[in-house]
């Protein structure tokens, strides 16, 4: 079975990281850490989540230009269940045959 993924899906859980830094940087500016050993390793989580998101949305400009098979982006946050998804939005289908990674 060919792994399918919803485009909003996949912009839903970007967007999701992309606030959880933004709130981890303010809580971070504003003192509001509730412990120094989070304040400490607030920046690196920050960065973790912008490596993520810009990943992310690489795969998703390969695969959306043909050069990388969408299968790759495939995870639980995405997935479009059945064929009742397939009218709601953009869908990505998996390619059938070829590499499943990204090279």
Known sequence: MTKKVRLSYEFSAVQHAIQCAQFLAMLL?????????YAQATPGAV?????????????LHRALEGNANPAVLH??????EDE???G????????T???THAP
């Open 47 to 59: 960065v973790g989540i912008l490596i993520l998101v810009e990943e992310r949305l690489t795969l």
């Open 29 to 37: 500016r504003d003192d509001g850490m509730p412990n120094p050993e």
């Open 84 to 86: 009742r998804d397939s």
């Open 97 to 99: 045959e070829g590499p």
């Open 75 to 80: 995870a639980l946050h995405n997935e479009a």
């Open 88 to 95: 709601q939005g953009i869908v990505l289908q998996g390619w």
